[in-house]
Nanobody
Framework: VQLQASGGGLVQAGGSLRLSCAASGGNFRIYTVGWFRQGLGTEREFVAASGYRSGRTYYADSAKDRFTISRDHAKNTAYLQMNNLTPEDTAVYYC??????????????????WGQGTLVTVSS
């Protein structure tokens, strides 16, 4: 499956962005979908995920109550709605797909397919 992330950009602190992850070449429905991010000089870290079997969602502590992951199976697309952004959210955001079920939703190494990343810059 191929993934294409989009929706990044420059936003002021307190603003919102919605990232999209469009999938092609496979049935998105059978994958756990995750969002990860990587800031300058930092390791890639988990942000949010949506389990394919349970439909449950999972969030990093930094994303709870501000970010919402969702998926539209009809469009083969996942989204990450990000609200109340802060400069600490500045990073390249990647969407990914995994054939593993929910217990592995936060584990970067369990994701087999990655999009190219979209840059989010939050100014203070």
């Amino acid at each position: 499956v191929q993934l294409q992330a989009s929706g990044g950009g420059l936003v002021q602190a307190g603003g919102s962005l919605r990232l999209s992850c469009a999938a092609s070449g496979g049935n998105f429905r059978i994958y756990t979908v995750g969002w990860f991010r990587q800031g300058l000089g930092t390791e890639r870290e988990f942000v949010a995920a949506s389990g394919y079997r349970s439909g449950r969602t999972y969030y990093a502590d930094s994303a709870k109550d501000r970010f919402t992951i969702s998926r539209d199976h009809a469009k083969n697309t996942a989204y990450l709605q990000m609200n109340n952004l802060t400069p600490e959210d500045t990073a390249v955001y990647y969407c990914a797909a995994s054939g593993y079920t929910d217990p592995y939703a936060r584990e970067l190494r369990k994701y087999d397919y990655w999009g190219q990343g979209t840059l989010v810059t939050v100014s203070s």
